[in-house]
């Protein structure tokens, strides 16, 4: 069964710092692996989406990587700024399935 | 262009009632899928529709959920005889193709009184 695990659960940053969040798989045979943050009391967004063939993702300010073999994806976010204050979800695809599998956030809060 | 939307944003029920939870996908959009989000227990799969099929329902608690979606398009899930402990967020995605990213509904506050 796939197990999706993010350290650190919470990370406060002073603004302007660049930062890394962490999550890891148990099961490397993934079709994807999809990074989303989370808003109080809202829907989830869409930040990368990288593909198992892939390495990494860039999107503005924030980038993704994916080392499959070991089971590890980062998500860097340079030059952080209150508003990136949020949940940060890891969710990856299971090879052979319907479904993503989630991790359980790390909550980040970037202080001015 | 639009995104998901879920109606309703909040419902509160007594227990033992019936609830109706609808989504709509983005236009489009063939896969569709729901989850659940309580606290704890983080984010679990429901269920997942191709078209208007379902070829994945393992992720329903037992047989008092159920799921339909018609026209390819708009979906309802229906929880009967609620209980407490089906009190959480229940969130619905699409996806262009299986597989592929998917965006998220705002999603249903549910509360189980």
């Known amino acids: 069964k796939q197990e999706v695990t993010q350290i650190p659960a919470a990370l406060s940053v002073p603004e302007g710092e660049n930062l890394v969040l962490n999550c890891s798989f148990t099961?490397?045979?993934?079709?994807?692996l999809q990074w989303f943050r989370q808003d109080p009391g809202k829907g989830l967004t869409s930040l990368l989406l990288i593909q198992s063939s892939q390495r990494e993702q860039t999107s503005g300010r924030l980038n993704a990587s994916l080392d499959k073999s070991s089971g590890r994806s980062t998500l860097y976010i340079a030059a952080s700024q209150p508003g990136d204050s949020a949940t940060y979800l890891c969710a990856v695809f299971q090879g052979g399935s319907e479904k993503l599998v989630f991790g359980k956030g790390t909550k980040l809060t970037v202080n001015p | 262009g639009a995104g998901v939307s879920q109606s309703p944003s909040n419902k509160v029920t007594e227990k033992g009632k019936d609830v109706e939870l609808r989504c709509d996908p983005i236009?489009?959009?063939?896969?569709l899928y729901w989850y659940r989000q309580s606290l704890g227990q983080g984010l679990e799969f429901l269920i997942y529709?191709?078209?208007?099929?379902?070829?994945?329902k393992s992720g329903l608690p037992s047989d008092r959920f159920s799921a339909e979606r018609t026209g390819g398009s708009v979906s309802t899930l229906t929880i009967q005889r609620t209980q407490q402990e089906d009190s959480a967020v229940y969130l619905c995605?699409?996806?262009?193709?299986?597989?592929?990213?998917?965006?998220f509904g705002p999603g249903t506050r549910l509360t189980v009184t």
């Open positions: 995605a699409s996806s262009y193709l299986p597989r592929y990213e998917q965006y």
């Open positions: 099961d490397s045979a993934i079709y994807n």
């Open positions: 529709f191709q078209g208007n099929s379902a070829p994945d």
């Open positions: 236009s489009g959009h063939t896969a």
